[in-house]
């Protein structure tokens, strides 16, 4: 079968679940648990008309870095040095001991192994792009609630993307260590000189504002240019290009800190209309459904390491005193639901299990096993979450 023959059945399915989604209230099923679950159907251990590898590889590379894109250009700075922002990091770390504790309770992974630090990144993560669309459906993005969750959400995918980059590269730690401290280092002065970077983009938003409606494209065309870039980059030196595509995300955001809704627009088009959605398809491709069947006992016990290492941390979490008007705000029922919207995880789970079984550092069965429990977390948290807490927060 040819290159665009597989793609074209990939595209099926990205048609098929946001519709099928769209019409479940409250996103109670979401899109990416359909992707997935197309995926598998499609893929090697289904009907066997879509392998993730070959030509679509490069598709599924580009998928995984558009989505590390939006995820750094998600993240908002100031959120991240703020109070809240030094509470959710301090929530992190503990989840991380937690996490590392927990595999070396069970003794079934090496704790100082590639496998054994993939599974304690998957388990810290929190999948904030994955919940922001089922967050705004219900009407809690604006509210302190919605607040604390993207909080800890944009801390839970920062940390465990430098530790992908750190742990999970294929060059030496030392190199990677050196390119995180360069990350770091220009984070520090953008914020130093964070006025004249914001300068910087208006006058370059101003400048090519007379190409942004027509098929020139060119404000896209400068934020696809530094993606490639940087992963390119990041490739050419050994690093994964997973801390490439959010350096890339973060650099655009602060350099224009505002958005342009246009920009906005034609940015989610691109990566949620054609490669994230073919991301998520490819990976569920490389899901065995035999081996997660056969190991439910593994998987049920992911999940529920995922609500006591990151769920149960972030509901203590958020009785610290960050400021007042949060402190007063959220009820218990929308504490606890914050925690299990915020245990919420696949994305990175899919990436570390690619990026381990890459290095033959992980079994397909394991891989499998995690990326199923992540599916299933996206799929009984939000859940859980509308449950608990209902439609709609207070602000």
């Known amino acids: ?27 109670l099923l979401p899109e990416v648990v359909l992707l997935l679950a197309y995926g598998i159907l499609i893929g090697p251990h289904g009907l066997n ?78 999948a904030l792009g994955t919940i922001l669309p089922i967050m705004k459906d219900r009407g809690i993005t604006d509210t302190t609630q919605g607040r604390f969750i993207m909080t800890q959400g944009a801390v839970g995918e920062v940390g465990p993307i430098i530790l992908m980059a750190l742990l999970l590269s294929t060059q030496s730690t030392l190199m990677s260590f050196f390119v995180v401290i360069v990350f770091v280092l220009a984070t520090i002065a953008i914020m130093i000189v964070r006025k004249q970077v ?79 959605p073919t991301f998520f398809v490819l990976s569920g491709a490389e899901i065995d459904p035999a081996a997660v069947v056969d190991d439910v006992s593994g998987w049920l016990a992911f999940l529920v390491c995922l609500v006591a290492v990151r769920g149960i941390p972030i509901f203590c979490a958020s009785f610290a005193p960050m400021n007042d008007r949060l402190h007063e705000a959220m009820t218990l029922r929308e504490r606890a639901s914050a925690a299990c919207y915020s245990t919420t995880n696949l994305p990175i789970i899919v990436a570390v299990t690619h990026l381990a079984h890459a290095q033959q550092a992980m079994s397909s069965t394991t891989a499998s096993t995690l990326v199923f429990a992540g599916a299933a977390s996206v799929l009984i948290m939000p859940l859980a979450a509308f449950i608990i807490g209902g439609k709609h927060s207070r602000t």
């Open 49 to 126: 008309l879509v392998a993730a590898n070959g030509d679509l590889s490069l598709m599924r590379e580009m998928g995984m870095a558009f989505l590390f894109l939006l995820a750094g250009y998600e993240v908002n700075q100031r959120d991240l040095v703020s109070k809240l922002g030094r509470n959710a990091t301090i929530t992190w770390v503990v989840s991380l001991v937690l996490a590392a504790g927990v595999i070396w309770w069970r003794q079934r992974i090496d704790l100082v192994s590639i496998e054994g630090a993939a599974t304690v990144i998957a388990m810290t993560a929190t």
């Open 198 to 276: 914001v300068e910087l983009g208006q006058r370059l938003v101003a400048m090519v504002h007379f190409e942004a409606d027509t098929t020139a494209q060119l404000t896209v065309r400068l934020a696809t240019a530094l993606l490639v870039c940087l992963i390119a980059l990041a490739d050419g030196m050994g690093i994964d290009l997973v801390l490439g595509a959010f350096a890339a995300g973060f650099i655009v955001r602060q350099t224009v800190p505002n958005g342009r809704e246009e920009f906005d627009q034609k940015l989610d088009g691109i990566a949620y209309g054609f490669f994230i």
């Open 1 to 27: 079968m040819s290159a665009l023959t597989s793609l074209f059945i990939v595209l099926i399915g990205c048609i098929v679940a946001p519709t099928i989604s769209h019409f479940v209230p409250h996103r």
